[in-house]
């Protein structure tokens, strides 16, 4: 029989809102936004506890926190006990636990053998929790996923608290539940296993506004809520408002100002913020993209705003709300996702999903096809913008004024045009006669 312990949740405040561990997104500048707006408990983007120890610059960027952002949990991949001890012990002081990632259901987390991918090896995972328990001065918690059959994750969970883990986060998918194959958490899981434990439990997955929030929590009587994508797509989530898309972005640009954290993460933000708008209006997707700092995507985010005030209505009739308000992205779905949702009884005709089908001719091959493609066209515009922008800046060269000339030609040629030059004027050449003799050696 499991020794009842103490609430940590009681002792934070007993928060009902939470907001999800995820890489590249749950950055303090994110956080702090998010606790703007009803969020009680966060996480800090999973941390590779071997990359952490070994890498310095790695180190260092995980490294960033805030007195006001408590009750904080760090959380760990990790997938020996030295590793996930020595790494907890050096950010123990600035954060109130630490929690082990077994819910991470990625190729990258396959490869690293961490995450999910350890759900199989309760030995391992029981020592890994046990040693930590016994060397750590903050409490232990999980993060998982279920398992097809709620039998053996009830034992997962059980196996999980006996081995003196403080608080479990349940994510109610299975491993395999994942992109176009994600389909609906199952509530009913989560609930058994809320039944079974005695340490507090988190609800994650199927919260996209906070009527999914009051469900769950009267479902399944778990402790709390957390929220991954539906927070990325409307931070506002836990206080049931749904604000415009450009009001949003501008003050987590403001908050990425007071907390610098990478130019990508903060792109990364803005375009899912405003993915619906993105589609309406995609000539702004390439100036966001070139956008260099936190004041040029402000600029992008206001051009762009000023341009939807004109708009009157969606073209994607799909949107249930205008597509300048925050509201979830959902993804198509494949049939396996379907037949699932159908198991945990919803009904694919009512969700507002898009679904795919053979017989369809969206088929979400076709849906991946225009995704990589409309990614393409995008890194290819960008590419071109940037070369042009550097010619601009750069003298061209005064042979065929289309290459840029080598900064060190004395005769202000590109390479091509210097190799057609008289031979004793190239041997004068400091930026092109390396290049010349090796063009002669190889023919």
Not at 76 to 99: G, K, Y
Not at 302 to 315: D, L, P
Not at 409 to 437: F, G, I, N, Y
Request: net charge positive.
């Amino acid at each position: 029989m499991c020794v009842q312990q103490e609430n940590i949740l009681t002792k934070w405040g007993s928060p009902k809102y939470v907001l999800a561990p995820m890489v590249d997104a749950s950055e303090l500048a994110w956080r702090m936004l998010a606790r703007r707006y009803g969020v009680q408990l966060t996480y800090t983007p999973m941390i590779n506890a071997g990359m952490f120890l070994k890498d310095k610059k790695y180190r260092k960027s995980c490294l960033q926190f805030s007195d006001e952002d408590r009750p904080l949990i760090a959380q760990f991949c990790a997938n020996t006990p030295e590793s996930f001890v020595q790494a907890a012990q050096a950010l123990q002081p600035f954060c109130d636990a630490v929690d082990l990632n077994l819910g991470c259901p990625q190729g990258i987390a396959r490869r690293g053998h961490y995450g999910a991918f350890l759900q199989d090896e309760w030995d391992l995972l029981t020592r890994i929790i046990s040693q930590a328990v016994k060397k750590l001065k903050v409490p232990v918690t999980c993060k998982i996923r279920i398992f097809s059959d709620v039998e053996r994750t009830v034992s997962y969970a059980k196996m999980l608290e006996a081995a003196g883990a403080s608080l479990l986060v349940i994510h109610g998918r299975t491993r395999e539940m994942k992109g176009h194959s994600t389909g609906l958490a199952d509530w009913s899981q989560i609930k058994r296993v809320k039944a079974e434990l005695h340490i507090p439990v988190i609800a994650n997955g199927n919260i996209q506004y906070l009527s999914d929030v009051t469900r769950c929590l009267s479902e399944t009587n778990v402790n709390a809520v957390m929220s991954a994508e539906g927070h990325l797509h409307n931070p506002a989530i836990f206080v049931g408002s749904q604000p415009s898309v450009y009001s949003m972005c501008l003050e987590y640009l403001e908050c990425a100002k007071t907390y610098p954290t990478s130019i990508s993460i903060v792109r990364g933000h803005v375009f899912k913020l405003s993915h619906h708008a993105l589609n309406e209006h995609p000539s702004f997707r390439q100036l966001i993209g070139l956008a260099q700092d936190t004041d040029e995507l402000s600029d992008v985010i206001r051009q762009m705003q000023k341009t939807c005030s004109e708009c009157s209505q969606n073209r994607d009739i799909s949107l249930q709300y205008p597509h300048w308000i925050c509201q979830p992205y959902e993804r198509p779905k494949s049939e396996h996702s379907l037949a699932a949702d159908r198991q945990f009884g919803a009904d694919p005709e009512n969700t507002g999903e898009l679904s795919c089908t053979p017989e369809d001719p969206l088929s979400c091959k076709l849906i991946l096809q225009e995704e990589r493609r409309s990614r393409r066209d995008a890194k290819q515009k960008a590419k071109a913008a940037k070369r042009v922008a550097a010619r601009s800046k750069n003298s061209l060269c005064n042979r065929c004024q289309s290459n840029l000339r080598g900064a060190q030609c004395p005769s202000m040629a590109c390479r091509s045009c210097c190799w057609t030059l008289d031979p004793k004027r190239v041997s004068q050449c400091a930026a092109h006669l390396h290049d010349k003799r090796r063009r002669t050696c190889e023919q």
